[in-house]
């Protein structure tokens, strides 16, 4: 998934997921030369889906049920 495709999804800025890629949080990532970015499309829906990781995005999650957009 493109970091675009994963805002689109999730209703998380590009700039936020930048900004999370610079301060090693978030989903993980792939870097395939100096700009392009990519996500596993698993990953990124296992933390997204993690109650760990609800602070930092608003999609909701509760006790392990499945809110947000999949």
């Known amino acids: 998934m ?7 999804k999730y ?5 936020e997921l930048a ?3 610079r ?3 978030g ?8 700009k392009v ?3 596993d499309m698993s990953d990124v829906d296992d ?3 993690d109650p ?6 608003h999609c909701p999650v509760d006790e392990g049920t499945h809110l947000c957009p999949s």
């Open 47 to 49: 933390w997204f889906h």
């Open 2 to 8: 493109t970091p675009r495709q994963v805002a689109q």
């Open 37 to 39: 970015v990519r996500y």
């Open 23 to 25: 301060r090693e949080i």
């Open 11 to 15: 209703g998380v800025s590009m700039v």
């Open 52 to 57: 760990r990781n609800a602070r930092l995005h």
């Open 27 to 34: 989903p993980p990532f792939y870097t395939f030369g100096r």
């Open 19 to 21: 900004s999370w890629r």
